[in-house]
């Protein structure tokens, strides 16, 4: 009988994945002091552009956000005000795959059910608190998905342009990027 | 020592999660026949529904000209991401005609929030993505219900928690044909390049065949 050999094997096997994973990079602390520190590697901010829109209307921002080190959220974006009255985080729910927009959706009597002859579903957008950055891992704010909206534009913006754009962080960390205007 | 090898590749494993490509395509399947478009069983029709063009010189309801497509897309301008995204989509695969399709190619566009669309919003919006788009609205619910409706899409506009209009609505692009009929439609995020080449293959008067049975084209993704 050999039997304990396999349990000494995984014993040593988790042992093992102690040691190793925290070399993942992720040897922060969880929650980090919101004390907005620099010690903390903000996630790197990749590809930030924003939707062309004439003034008065809305216009939304995408980027991806990777975390090298530890995990991160966003938590607030904000523009300058002579580019728009706010800057929200958003997620557009819902669309081809599923009936994801419709949850919570009451006051739909005029509806006639989900009989199956209607559409492949309602598209609808929620104002999120935060998006999860995952440690060592990305987030992509993109078309049809998480996106920063951009309220009541101040100005006309227009292809070629830049927009700052400023990220908070459940960390206390904020970046300012340029975002560059692009007709999407 | 296998045991080690294989946590050595588990662990290096949890370090290599990032995968920047995480969130997988938007391809439009649904599939006609090969098309990336889908199309709904029985076909439907929409020649018996019209919403006021706001132009109202040209006010042709939703029948496209003979051997020509009409494409449909209901939505409003006060949304930041879908609409935009589908109306640059639809300019990107437009332009990827010749002159002679293209002009056999019209677009209309229909708000679901004519409480803030007005018309002169309406058409500065649609006109900045589609200059030579129709723009539609109308401020009576039940014609644009019945509109809707009649192309298989929905939509619905409540007050939110903040007290601005949340809008819902049906992201799909409708292609409708010189006889009225839906004959294929595009769920949001369909990429240009399919769609048009979806419109020469319908231009060039091919169809797709419907789909037998299942209501809910191309199922989850």
């Given at each position: 009988?050999?039997?304990?050999a396999?349990h000494?094997?995984l014993?040593?096997?988790?042992a093992l994945?102690?040691?190793?994973?925290p070399?993942?990079?992720?040897?922060?602390?969880?929650?980090a002091?919101?004390?907005g520190?620099?010690?903390?590697?903000?996630?790197?901010?990749?590809?930030?552009w924003v939707?062309?829109?004439?003034?008065?209307?809305n216009?939304?921002a995408y980027?991806?956000?990777?975390a090298s080190?530890?995990?991160?959220?966003l938590?607030?974006?904000?523009?300058?005000?002579?580019?728009a009255a706010?800057?929200?985080?958003h997620?557009t729910?819902g669309?081809?795959?599923?009936?994801?927009?419709?949850?919570?959706?009451?006051?739909?009597?005029?509806m006639?059910g989900m009989?199956g002859?209607?559409?492949?579903g309602m598209?609808?957008?929620q104002?999120?608190q935060?998006?999860?950055?995952p440690?060592?891992?990305?987030?992509?704010l993109?078309?049809g998905?998480f996106?920063?909206m951009?309220?009541d534009?101040?100005?006309?913006?227009?292809e070629?342009?830049?927009v700052?754009?400023?990220?908070?962080?459940?960390?206390?960390a904020?970046?300012?990027v340029?975002?560059e205007?692009?007709?999407? | 020592?296998?045991v080690?090898?294989l946590?050595?590749?588990?662990?290096?494993?949890?370090c290599?999660s990032s995968d920047?490509s995480?969130?997988?395509?938007?391809d439009g399947t649904?599939?006609a026949e090969?098309f990336?478009?889908?199309?709904r069983t029985?076909?439907r029709?929409?020649?018996?529904?019209?919403?006021?063009?706001?132009d109202?010189?040209d006010?042709?309801g939703?029948?496209?000209?003979?051997?020509?497509?009409r494409?449909v897309?209901?939505?409003?301008?006060?949304?930041?991401?879908?609409c935009p995204t589908?109306?640059?989509d639809?300019?990107r695969?437009?332009?990827?005609?010749?002159?002679?399709?293209?002009?056999r190619?019209?677009?209309?566009v229909?708000t679901?929030d004519?409480?803030?669309?007005t018309s002169?919003?309406?058409?500065?919006?649609?006109?900045?993505?589609?200059?030579?788009?129709t723009?539609?609205?109308?401020?009576?619910?039940?014609?644009?219900?019945a509109?809707?409706?009649?192309f298989?899409?929905d939509?619905?506009?409540?007050?939110?928690d903040?007290g601005?209009?949340?809008?819902?609505h049906?992201?799909d692009?409708?292609?409708?044909?010189?006889?009225?009929?839906?004959?294929l439609a595009?769920?949001?995020?369909t990429?240009?390049?399919?769609?048009a080449?979806?419109?020469?293959?319908?231009?060039a008067g091919?169809r797709p065949?419907a789909e037998?049975t299942?209501?809910?084209?191309?199922?989850?993704?």
């Open positions: 009988m050999n039997r304990p396999p000494a094997f014993v040593g096997a988790v994945l102690a040691v190793l994973l070399a993942c990079g992720s040897d922060e602390p969880a929650e002091p919101p004390d520190s620099t010690s903390r590697t903000t996630p790197a901010v990749v590809d930030p939707r062309v829109a004439a003034a008065g209307g216009s939304a980027l991806t956000l990777t080190g530890g995990g991160d959220a938590v607030s974006v904000s523009v300058p005000t002579d580019v706010e800057a929200q985080l997620e729910t669309g081809m795959d599923g009936m994801d927009g419709m949850d919570g959706m009451d006051g739909m009597d005029g006639d009989d002859d209607h559409s492949s598209m609808s957008m104002q999120v935060e998006i999860q950055v440690a060592g891992g990305s987030v992509s993109e078309p998905g996106h920063v951009i309220l534009l101040a100005r006309d913006l227009s070629g342009q830049t700052p754009v400023t990220l908070t962080f459940a960390s206390g904020s970046t300012t340029d975002a205007v692009r007709a999407g | 020592m296998a080690v090898a946590v050595l590749v588990a662990a290096s494993a949890a290599a920047p995480a969130s997988p395509p938007v649904g599939g090969g990336a478009g889908y199309q029985p076909v029709s929409v020649s018996a529904v019209a919403v006021p063009s706001v109202p010189v006010d042709p939703f029948v496209a000209a003979p051997g020509g497509l494409l897309y209901f939505g409003f301008t006060s949304c930041p991401d879908v589908t109306l640059s639809l300019r695969s437009l332009a990827e005609l010749t002159p002679g399709e293209r002009a190619v019209a677009v209309d229909v679901v004519p409480a803030r669309d002169a919003v309406l058409t500065g919006y649609v006109g900045a993505f589609l200059p030579d788009a723009s539609h609205r109308t401020d009576d619910d039940a014609v644009l219900r509109a809707v409706t009649a298989g899409g939509y619905s506009v409540r007050a939110g903040d601005e209009p949340e809008v819902s049906t992201g692009v409708y292609v409708v044909d010189d006889a009225g009929r839906v004959v595009w769920p949001f995020g990429p240009a390049p399919s769609i080449a979806d419109l020469r293959r319908l231009l091919e065949d037998p299942t209501s809910r084209p191309g199922g989850r993704v």
